[in-house]
């Protein structure tokens, strides 16, 4: 199984709901699969059996999650498989869904289960055949790239009011926000939010130079604890975060300052928690996903280095996953962000030229997070790695993320 969530964004750059994608094959070791054998199995809808082998609160928090359904999988029997809220699930339908009587019969019946419809890669010309289809969905999802979607926004407002539109493939900042100002859409998908920064850099604030300093002394060696505390008292944010942690150890006794939380954690334990407290402090003014993008990449990262034969460098993959976005989270272009922080030349070989011992798995990661299922199989074969392995490792990150913060975690 492989399985990742692409984020959709409303026009306030908040993640509205999540995209799952999911593949229960790796085709390139089972080519029958890409022939007739592909129908092997096809009643079953991979996306269903993540969200109920983790939760749907775990996968994507309070977010709706839309799974894909195809004309074959329509069919199956979703009661079954979800037991979350019906009204969670969006039921992505695709081309191969036509619009015909029997098709139809059935996406009455699951509208009168509960469950939200999605539409996708419907061609112009046979928008008007799909006019009874129309009327069953919550959501219709458009190629701007590939459509004329003010024309297309028209026709859906006119017809089909109820629906909410939604536009992928926004891959920059000037579609994004052309699309945001020709106004209509209700979500947005694409790489637009995560663009690394190439000219110009932003100021960099005293708050975020605070959390540098920080980042800097518990990642250089020996470092001492005090020192830490220090730092950390200048900031309440911080403060709070880790008298939360702390409280939690500290059944029979009371936290009498910032030194004594900073001695309980002891150096170990307080630099894995600076490193990820300090990071969500610092993505606090971007879009929401990226926080999620780094704290994930970073365990995912840990959690791949077996796999990759580099378990001795789990520590260093953890730190790269976590400031894979540091341009992002800094705005400044990826060089001159890692020149702030104290990290090994592994790390910001990796970073800045896609190079070194650590790159490939960066590169997996990235192939793993934009569903490139064909390019994640070549990898995985090349490098004799099993993707059940993948997947846990993958499904072990969202819960780590989940707990990550939580005050009730165990």
């Known amino acids: 199984m492989l ?74 029997d979703i009661n079954a498989m979800y037991t979350a809220p019906h009204e969670r699930l969006v039921l992505l339908a695709d081309q191969t869904i036509v619009p015909d009587a029997m098709y139809i019969s059935r996406l009455k019946t699951l509208k009168r289960l509960g469950y939200k419809m999605a539409i996708r890669n419907i061609d112009e010309d046979k928008v008007e055949e799909y006019f009874e289809v129309f009327k069953l969905m919550d959501y219709v999802l458009i190629n701007h790239k590939t459509c004329n979607v003010a024309e297309t926004k028209k026709y859906f407002n006119k017809m089909h009011p109820h629906i909410r539109i939604c536009v992928v493939n926004v891959d920059s900042q000037e579609e994004f926000e052309a699309l945001k100002a020709d106004g209509g859409y209700a979500l947005y998908e694409g790489e637009f939010y995560r663009l690394p920064v190439t000219m110009g850099e932003e100021e960099v604030t005293p708050l975020k130079m605070n959390y540098i300093d920080l980042l800097n002394m518990v990642n250089d060696g020996d470092y001492d604890l005090n020192e830490a505390a220090k730092v950390i008292s200048r900031d309440t944010a911080l403060v709070i975060s880790l008298l939360k942690i702390v409280n939690k150890m500290a059944v029979n006794s009371r936290v009498t300052s910032i030194d004594h939380a900073a001695a309980m954690l002891g150096q170990r334990e307080l630099k894995k928690w600076i490193n990820t ?19 994930l990449r970073a365990k995912f990262a840990e959690n791949l280095a077996p796999l990759f034969d580099m378990k001795q460098a789990a520590p260093e993959l953890f730190l790269m996953g976590l400031f894979s976005v540091i341009d992002l989270i800094l705005g400044k272009p990826m060089d001159k962000a890692l020149e702030m922080l104290q990290l090994s030349d592994n790390i910001k070989e990796a970073l800045i030229e896609h190079k070194g011992e650590l790159a490939p798995v960066l590169d997996f990661i990235i192939q793993y997070e934009r569903a490139s299922w064909q390019e994640v199989s070549r990898q995985m074969l090349l490098k004799k790695i099993d993707m059940n392995k993948v997947y846990e490792a993958y499904i072990e990150s969202l819960k780590w993320y989940r707990d990550l913060f939580r005050t009730d975690a165990a």
Do not use: H
């Not at 407290?277 to 704290?295: F, G, M, Q």
């Open 3 to 76: 399985a990742t969530l692409i984020p959709l964004f409303d026009e306030n750059m908040a993640v509205s709901a999540y995209s799952l994608f999911a593949q229960k094959k790796n085709y390139l070791l089972n080519p029958n699969f890409s022939g007739t054998g592909i129908f092997d199995g096809a009643g079953s809808i991979p996306g269903l059996d993540v969200i109920e082998s983790m939760g749907i609160n775990t996968l994507c928090g309070d977010r709706d999650v839309f799974v894909a359904v195809d004309n074959i999988s329509v069919f199956a």
């Open 277 to 295: 407290a300090v990071t969500n402090e610092l993505c606090a003014d971007r879009p929401n996903e990226i926080t999620r993008i780094s704290l």
